[in-house]
Protein backbone atom coordinates (compact mmCIF):
# COMPACT_ATOMS: atom_id res chain seq x y z
CA UNK A 1 0.00 0.00 0.00
CA UNK A 2 1.54 3.40 -0.91
CA UNK A 3 1.53 6.26 1.40
CA UNK A 4 1.60 10.31 0.40
CA UNK A 5 4.79 11.91 2.16
CA UNK A 6 5.55 15.76 1.48
CA UNK A 7 9.20 16.39 -0.43
CA UNK A 8 11.29 19.21 0.24
CA UNK A 9 10.29 20.67 -3.07
CA UNK A 10 6.30 21.36 -1.34
CA UNK A 11 5.12 18.63 -3.69
CA UNK A 12 3.47 15.06 -2.73
CA UNK A 13 5.14 12.01 -3.88
CA UNK A 14 4.20 8.83 -3.19
CA UNK A 15 6.40 6.40 -1.13
CA UNK A 16 6.19 2.31 -0.92
CA UNK A 17 5.46 0.71 2.03
CA UNK A 18 8.29 -0.94 3.60
CA UNK A 19 8.69 -4.72 2.79
CA UNK A 20 9.24 -7.07 5.62
CA UNK A 21 12.80 -9.20 5.71
CA UNK A 22 10.79 -12.51 5.29
CA UNK A 23 9.01 -11.08 2.21
CA UNK A 24 13.30 -10.57 0.77
CA UNK A 25 13.88 -13.80 2.35
CA UNK A 26 11.09 -15.39 0.14
CA UNK A 27 11.74 -13.65 -2.94
CA UNK A 28 15.25 -14.64 -2.92
CA UNK A 29 14.88 -18.54 -2.16
CA UNK A 30 12.09 -18.33 -4.37
CA UNK A 31 14.65 -16.64 -7.47
CA UNK A 32 17.17 -19.30 -6.94
CA UNK A 33 17.07 -22.46 -8.35
CA UNK A 34 19.96 -23.47 -6.10
CA UNK A 35 18.14 -22.40 -3.40
CA UNK A 36 14.95 -24.04 -4.12
CA UNK A 37 16.80 -27.18 -4.65
CA UNK A 38 18.18 -27.02 -1.09
CA UNK A 39 15.49 -26.25 0.79
CA UNK A 40 13.88 -29.43 -1.20
CA UNK A 41 16.71 -31.37 0.17
CA UNK A 42 16.56 -30.39 3.86
CA UNK A 43 12.48 -31.06 3.74
CA UNK A 44 12.88 -34.58 2.38
CA UNK A 45 15.52 -35.12 4.97
CA UNK A 46 13.23 -33.76 7.40
CA UNK A 47 10.16 -35.46 6.20
CA UNK A 48 11.93 -38.51 6.12
CA UNK A 49 13.12 -38.28 10.00
CA UNK A 50 10.07 -37.80 11.21
CA UNK A 51 7.99 -40.33 9.08
CA UNK A 52 10.58 -42.68 9.71
CA UNK A 53 8.50 -45.98 11.33
CA UNK A 54 6.14 -45.46 8.03
CA UNK A 55 8.45 -45.05 5.31
CA UNK A 56 11.56 -47.19 6.28
CA UNK A 57 11.06 -51.04 5.10
CA UNK A 58 12.68 -52.77 8.60
CA UNK A 59 13.56 -51.91 11.87
CA UNK A 60 16.60 -49.89 12.36
CA UNK A 61 17.80 -52.57 15.27
CA UNK A 62 16.64 -55.84 13.35
CA UNK A 63 19.51 -58.12 12.32
CA UNK A 64 19.96 -61.01 9.75
CA UNK A 65 23.51 -62.30 10.39
CA UNK A 66 22.95 -64.31 7.33
CA UNK A 67 22.66 -61.52 5.09
CA UNK A 68 25.77 -58.66 6.83
CA UNK A 69 27.97 -56.91 4.75
CA UNK A 70 25.79 -57.58 1.52
CA UNK A 71 26.28 -54.45 -0.78
CA UNK A 72 23.90 -52.52 -2.12
CA UNK A 73 21.11 -53.82 -4.56
CA UNK A 74 20.86 -56.73 -2.39
CA UNK A 75 17.01 -58.29 -2.61
CA UNK A 76 14.55 -56.10 -0.10
CA UNK A 77 17.60 -54.05 0.80
CA UNK A 78 18.49 -50.98 -1.64
CA UNK A 79 21.46 -49.67 0.04
CA UNK A 80 22.61 -53.04 1.26
CA UNK A 81 23.48 -54.20 5.02
CA UNK A 82 25.82 -53.46 7.49
CA UNK A 83 28.15 -56.33 9.70
CA UNK A 84 25.09 -56.86 11.75
CA UNK A 85 22.98 -57.65 9.09
CA UNK A 86 20.95 -54.27 9.57
CA UNK A 87 19.51 -52.42 6.75
CA UNK A 88 21.27 -49.13 5.71
CA UNK A 89 18.77 -47.39 4.23
CA UNK A 90 16.23 -47.70 7.33
CA UNK A 91 18.68 -46.95 9.76
CA UNK A 92 19.83 -43.70 7.20
CA UNK A 93 16.27 -42.65 7.39
CA UNK A 94 15.57 -43.38 11.58
CA UNK A 95 19.36 -41.75 11.28
CA UNK A 96 18.37 -38.03 10.41
CA UNK A 97 16.42 -37.84 13.05
CA UNK A 98 19.32 -37.51 15.38
CA UNK A 99 21.34 -35.83 12.77
CA UNK A 100 19.11 -32.83 12.47
CA UNK A 101 18.56 -32.69 16.42
CA UNK A 102 22.61 -32.86 16.99
CA UNK A 103 22.68 -30.14 14.15
CA UNK A 104 19.90 -27.81 14.75
CA UNK A 105 18.98 -27.68 18.60
CA UNK A 106 22.34 -26.65 19.40
CA UNK A 107 22.45 -23.52 16.86
CA UNK A 108 18.90 -22.87 18.01
CA UNK A 109 19.76 -22.71 21.70
CA UNK A 110 22.77 -21.40 20.58
CA UNK A 111 21.11 -18.03 19.06
CA UNK A 112 18.69 -17.63 21.80
CA UNK A 113 21.64 -16.88 24.22
CA UNK A 114 23.33 -15.25 22.17
CA UNK A 115 20.79 -12.31 20.83
CA UNK A 116 20.26 -11.09 24.36
CA UNK A 117 23.64 -11.14 25.97
CA UNK A 118 25.16 -9.66 22.68
CA UNK A 119 22.31 -6.70 22.67
CA UNK A 120 22.95 -6.52 26.49
CA UNK A 121 26.78 -6.03 25.80
CA UNK A 122 26.72 -3.22 22.79
CA UNK A 123 23.95 -1.28 25.44
CA UNK A 124 25.85 -1.44 28.11
CA UNK A 125 29.76 -1.02 27.99
CA UNK A 126 31.04 -2.44 31.14
CA UNK A 127 28.73 -5.39 31.02
CA UNK A 128 29.77 -5.92 27.20
CA UNK A 129 33.67 -5.54 27.85
CA UNK A 130 32.65 -8.54 30.35
CA UNK A 131 31.03 -10.63 28.10
CA UNK A 132 32.96 -10.39 24.98
CA UNK A 133 36.77 -11.11 27.07
CA UNK A 134 34.66 -14.20 28.24
CA UNK A 135 33.82 -14.90 24.94
CA UNK A 136 37.43 -14.09 23.55
CA UNK A 137 38.82 -16.72 26.12
CA UNK A 138 36.57 -19.59 24.37
CA UNK A 139 37.76 -18.14 20.78
CA UNK A 140 40.70 -18.54 21.75
CA UNK A 141 40.76 -22.51 21.09
CA UNK A 142 39.13 -23.73 17.41
CA UNK A 143 35.41 -24.83 17.26
CA UNK A 144 36.32 -28.68 16.99
CA UNK A 145 39.26 -28.88 19.42
CA UNK A 146 36.69 -27.20 22.30
CA UNK A 147 34.30 -29.33 21.23
CA UNK A 148 36.05 -32.41 21.84
CA UNK A 149 37.23 -31.26 24.80
CA UNK A 150 33.99 -30.48 26.25
CA UNK A 151 32.28 -33.49 25.05
CA UNK A 152 35.45 -35.83 26.69
CA UNK A 153 34.84 -33.81 29.81
CA UNK A 154 31.22 -34.26 29.75
CA UNK A 155 30.63 -37.14 28.72
CA UNK A 156 28.91 -38.78 25.19
CA UNK A 157 25.47 -38.89 24.85
CA UNK A 158 23.11 -37.08 22.78
CA UNK A 159 22.38 -34.36 25.61
CA UNK A 160 25.85 -33.99 26.85
CA UNK A 161 26.70 -33.53 22.95
CA UNK A 162 24.45 -30.93 22.24
CA UNK A 163 25.44 -29.10 25.51
CA UNK A 164 29.03 -29.08 24.13
CA UNK A 165 27.88 -27.28 20.72
CA UNK A 166 25.83 -24.78 22.12
CA UNK A 167 29.20 -23.43 24.25
CA UNK A 168 30.85 -23.61 21.24
CA UNK A 169 28.64 -21.87 19.51
CA UNK A 170 27.41 -19.05 21.63
CA UNK A 171 30.88 -17.04 21.31
CA UNK A 172 30.40 -16.84 17.21
CA UNK A 173 26.61 -16.24 17.49
CA UNK A 174 27.42 -12.95 20.33
CA UNK A 175 29.60 -11.36 18.39
CA UNK A 176 27.65 -11.15 15.07
CA UNK A 177 25.15 -9.61 17.11
CA UNK A 178 27.23 -7.42 19.26
CA UNK A 179 28.86 -5.44 16.40
CA UNK A 180 25.07 -5.51 14.74
CA UNK A 181 23.57 -4.09 17.90
CA UNK A 182 26.55 -1.86 18.20
CA UNK A 183 25.45 -0.59 14.92
CA UNK A 184 22.13 -0.24 15.43
CA UNK A 185 22.92 1.77 18.74
CA UNK A 186 24.16 5.14 16.93
CA UNK A 187 21.08 5.25 14.66
CA UNK A 188 18.39 7.65 14.54
CA UNK A 189 15.43 5.94 16.04
CA UNK A 190 17.31 4.53 18.99
CA UNK A 191 17.91 8.71 19.60
CA UNK A 192 14.39 8.90 18.86
CA UNK A 193 13.49 6.38 21.65
CA UNK A 194 16.49 8.25 24.34
CA UNK A 195 14.44 11.55 23.85
CA UNK A 196 10.58 10.12 24.65
CA UNK A 197 12.39 8.70 27.49
CA UNK A 198 11.57 5.07 26.33
CA UNK A 199 12.76 1.98 29.23
CA UNK A 200 15.75 0.61 28.47
CA UNK A 201 13.92 -3.11 27.95
CA UNK A 202 11.84 -1.96 25.55
CA UNK A 203 14.29 -0.15 23.72
CA UNK A 204 16.56 -3.13 23.20
CA UNK A 205 13.82 -6.01 23.00
CA UNK A 206 11.35 -3.97 20.70
CA UNK A 207 12.86 -1.19 18.78
CA UNK A 208 16.41 -3.24 18.21
CA UNK A 209 15.53 -6.54 18.42
CA UNK A 210 13.98 -7.03 14.94
CA UNK A 211 16.86 -5.24 13.38
CA UNK A 212 19.23 -7.40 14.80
CA UNK A 213 17.69 -11.05 14.79
CA UNK A 214 17.98 -11.31 10.93
CA UNK A 215 21.57 -11.29 11.39
CA UNK A 216 21.85 -13.99 13.86
CA UNK A 217 19.54 -16.07 12.07
CA UNK A 218 21.61 -15.53 8.84
CA UNK A 219 24.44 -16.74 10.23
CA UNK A 220 22.86 -19.79 12.28
CA UNK A 221 21.87 -21.27 9.09
CA UNK A 222 24.92 -20.72 7.60
CA UNK A 223 26.35 -22.39 10.75
CA UNK A 224 24.12 -25.52 10.53
CA UNK A 225 26.31 -27.33 8.15
CA UNK A 226 29.92 -26.90 10.32
CA UNK A 227 27.65 -28.74 13.57
CA UNK A 228 26.23 -31.14 11.64
CA UNK A 229 29.70 -32.20 10.35
CA UNK A 230 30.86 -31.78 13.99
CA UNK A 231 28.21 -33.57 16.01
CA UNK A 232 29.06 -36.45 13.62
CA UNK A 233 32.75 -36.38 14.18
CA UNK A 234 31.90 -36.48 17.93
CA UNK A 235 29.99 -39.33 17.31
CA UNK A 236 32.62 -41.24 15.42
CA UNK A 237 35.20 -40.54 17.48
CA UNK A 238 33.12 -42.16 20.23
CA UNK A 239 32.23 -38.66 21.92
CA UNK A 240 28.48 -38.60 20.96
CA UNK A 241 25.92 -40.10 20.24
CA UNK A 242 26.16 -43.78 21.36
CA UNK A 243 25.90 -47.23 19.33
CA UNK A 244 23.47 -49.02 18.31
CA UNK A 245 21.47 -45.73 17.58
CA UNK A 246 21.09 -45.00 14.12
CA UNK A 247 22.98 -41.95 13.66
CA UNK A 248 24.94 -40.89 10.36
CA UNK A 249 28.15 -39.90 12.33
CA UNK A 250 28.01 -44.26 14.12
CA UNK A 251 27.07 -45.25 10.69
CA UNK A 252 30.49 -44.07 9.28
CA UNK A 253 32.33 -44.69 12.38
CA UNK A 254 31.42 -48.22 12.46
CA UNK A 255 31.83 -49.18 9.07
CA UNK A 256 35.70 -47.59 8.61
CA UNK A 257 36.49 -51.09 9.80
CA UNK A 258 35.15 -52.73 6.96
CA UNK A 259 36.38 -50.34 4.43
CA UNK A 260 38.11 -52.91 2.14
CA UNK A 261 35.43 -55.64 2.19
CA UNK A 262 32.27 -53.31 2.52
CA UNK A 263 33.18 -49.97 1.14
CA UNK A 264 29.07 -49.48 1.05
CA UNK A 265 28.73 -49.10 5.20
CA UNK A 266 30.78 -45.50 5.61
CA UNK A 267 29.82 -44.46 2.16
CA UNK A 268 26.91 -44.38 1.65
CA UNK A 269 25.39 -42.13 5.72
CA UNK A 270 28.94 -40.37 4.08
CA UNK A 271 27.46 -39.28 1.39
CA UNK A 272 24.05 -38.53 3.02
CA UNK A 273 26.03 -36.27 5.53
CA UNK A 274 28.15 -34.90 2.29
CA UNK A 275 24.57 -33.61 0.93
CA UNK A 276 23.11 -32.55 3.80
CA UNK A 277 25.72 -30.27 4.91
CA UNK A 278 26.05 -28.59 1.32
CA UNK A 279 21.95 -28.27 1.49
CA UNK A 280 22.37 -26.19 4.63
CA UNK A 281 25.03 -24.05 3.37
CA UNK A 282 23.55 -23.28 0.00
CA UNK A 283 20.41 -22.23 1.62
CA UNK A 284 22.47 -20.32 4.34
CA UNK A 285 24.38 -18.23 1.58
CA UNK A 286 20.77 -17.43 -0.10
CA UNK A 287 19.38 -16.37 2.67
CA UNK A 288 22.49 -14.14 3.68
CA UNK A 289 22.15 -12.49 0.11
CA UNK A 290 18.50 -11.91 0.17
CA UNK A 291 19.05 -10.11 3.29
CA UNK A 292 21.88 -8.52 2.03
CA UNK A 293 20.73 -4.27 1.57
CA UNK A 294 22.27 -4.55 -1.93
CA UNK A 295 20.13 -7.60 -3.13
CA UNK A 296 17.31 -5.47 -1.23
CA UNK A 297 17.26 -2.99 -3.63
CA UNK A 298 17.18 -4.97 -6.85
CA UNK A 299 14.05 -6.79 -5.83
CA UNK A 300 12.32 -3.45 -5.08
CA UNK A 301 13.81 -1.75 -8.18
CA UNK A 302 13.00 -4.98 -10.33
CA UNK A 303 9.27 -4.95 -8.39
CA UNK A 304 8.83 -1.25 -9.55
CA UNK A 305 10.12 -1.98 -13.24
CA UNK A 306 7.24 -4.83 -13.50
CA UNK A 307 4.94 -2.76 -11.88
CA UNK A 308 4.99 0.33 -14.27
CA UNK A 309 2.31 1.08 -16.60
CA UNK A 310 4.36 1.06 -19.17
CA UNK A 311 5.50 -2.82 -18.60
CA UNK A 312 1.48 -3.21 -18.09
CA UNK A 313 0.78 -2.09 -20.96
Not at 145 to 174: C, E, H, K, R, S
Request: aromatic share 8%.
Amino acid sequence: MAQISIAPAGFPVMQEKGRSSLYFVWRGVLGDPVARLAAAVLLLVVLGGLFAPVIAPYDPFEANPALRLQPPGTEGHLLGLDNHGRDILSRLIYGARITLIAGVVPVLIGALISIPLGMIGAWYNRVGEIIMRIMDVLFAFPMVLLAVMLAAFLGPGLPNTIVALVIVLVPYNTRVVYASACQQRSLAYIEAAHAVATPDRKILFVEMLPNVVSESIVYSCTIVGSVVITAAGLSFLGLGVQPPAAEWGIMTSEGRTYLFVAPHMSTIPGIAITILVMAFNLLGDSLRDSLDPRTRLQLVRRDRSDSSPERAN
